[in-house]
């Protein structure tokens, strides 16, 4: 399992970026993909996710309405949309993976921390 995140950089308050999360080495169609983000002094936190099995997509409360999530299954990518930044998004984001059935019954972070394949991360930086 290979994830390689992109799209990072400096933005302005109020501005956009989309990041994009490029996999390869397992069955694209059927694992959910998730986004985290760790901001400087702190731990890392879960931002949205999709299943790619059924569909499923779901947006943290911090960010809902301004970070959207998506995939392209023909290209194995998941972006994440983000509008609206705002200096509190200042963080190095990260993709995972797990198996969709992993994420059945339980809250939607766990299986990816638990047993989620990551990327590296790429930097936002959010200015005043």
């Known amino acids: 399992v290979q994830l390689v995140e992109s799209g990072g950089g400096l933005v302005q308050a109020g501005g956009s970026l989309r990041l994009s999360c490029v996999a390869s080495?397992?069955?694209?169609?059927?694992?959910?993909i998730g986004w985290f983000r760790q901001a400087p002094g702190k731990g890392r936190v879960g931002v949205s996710y999709i299943n790619n099995r059924d569909g499923t997509t779901y947006v943290e409360a911090s960010v809902k309405g301004r970070f959207t999530i998506s995939s392209d299954n023909a290209k194995n990518t998941v972006y994440l949309q983000m509008n609206k930044l705002q200096t509190a998004d200042t963080a190095v984001y990260y993709c995972a993976a797990v198996e969709s059935g992993a994420m059945y019954g339980v809250a939607w972070f766990s299986p990816f921390q638990d047993v989620g394949s990551w990327g590296q991360g790429t930097r936002v930086t959010v200015s005043s």
């Open positions: 080495g397992f069955d694209f169609d059927d694992y959910a």
